[in-house]
């Protein structure tokens, strides 16, 4: 068996056992290939992964063409002049984290006669080097943009402050999930909790989460 497959093993049957311990709610697994080579996303798929995420606009649509057989989360920050490169090529963006960009997806689907699906980013921990909502704009922010005919948000995400131990996310994972379940806003559908990334996507699934973003405990460290 592959260092992928054990890994792969491993994860999945880590996010079980967490959710068991949670809601038992479904959990779906995002494997981030930031800087993996086409082989290994091919073993990756091989190995049953049918949903991939990447950060960089440029990296991701040579995979997305070479893979249209699975899904393609794009996880990164979004610059608005990408935005025409990015609809239409992926199943759901998780990074919508400013009215602008709202309002430049919605352009650019209005154009293509498409609907894009989009998580908003809320920054839990307000931290001003970080994108995202503030999580009391949240709701403002959702009412705004029900108006937008095609932009479909149908949930929340968050990336929180960097912390040493997995256990120190736990706050602002519970935070975050009293957000999801608690906002209701006419015309959108709450479906997913996107948070948890290698470090600390086992609290987060324990908190709620029902996407999780995983790239180096399956792939292995990233080249520096």
């Not at 999945?12 to 311990?21: D, L, S």
């Not at 091989?46 to 989360?73: C, I, M, S, Y």
């Not at 957000?179 to 996507?201: H, P």
């Amino acid at each position: 068996m592959s260092s992928l497959a054990l890994n792969l093993k491993e994860v999945k049957q880590n996010i079980a056992q967490a959710a068991a311990r949670s809601r038992g709610q479904k959990v779906e697994l995002i494997a981030v290939t930031k800087t993996v080579p086409p082989l290994v996303i091919a073993e990756a798929i091989d190995l049953g992964v049918t949903a991939f995420g990447e950060n960089r606009v440029q990296e991701a649509l040579p995979k997305v063409a070479a893979f249209p057989e699975v899904q393609w989360h794009f996880i990164g920050r979004l610059q608005t002049n990408k935005v025409k490169h990015v609809v239409g090529q992926f199943t759901l963006i998780h990074s919508l984290d400013r009215w602008k960009l709202a309002e430049a997806l919605q352009k650019e689907a209005l154009k293509r006669g498409q609907v894009v699906r989009a998580l908003l980013q809320v920054n839990i921990g307000r931290e001003e080097q970080k994108g995202g909502v503030d999580p009391d704009e949240v709701e403002d922010f959702l009412q705004d943009a029900s108006a937008l005919s095609q932009l479909r948000i149908e949930g929340l995400m968050t990336v929180p402050p960097i912390c040493t131990e997995p256990e120190e996310a736990r706050p602002y994972f519970r935070r975050m999930y009293e957000l999801f379940k608690n906002t209701r806003i006419k015309g959108i559908e709450m479906k997913y909790l996107s948070m948890g990334m290698s470090a600390d996507y086992e609290v987060a699934v324990e908190e709620g989460a029902n996407l999780v973003r995983v790239g180096s405990l399956l792939f292995g460290p990233r080249p520096k």
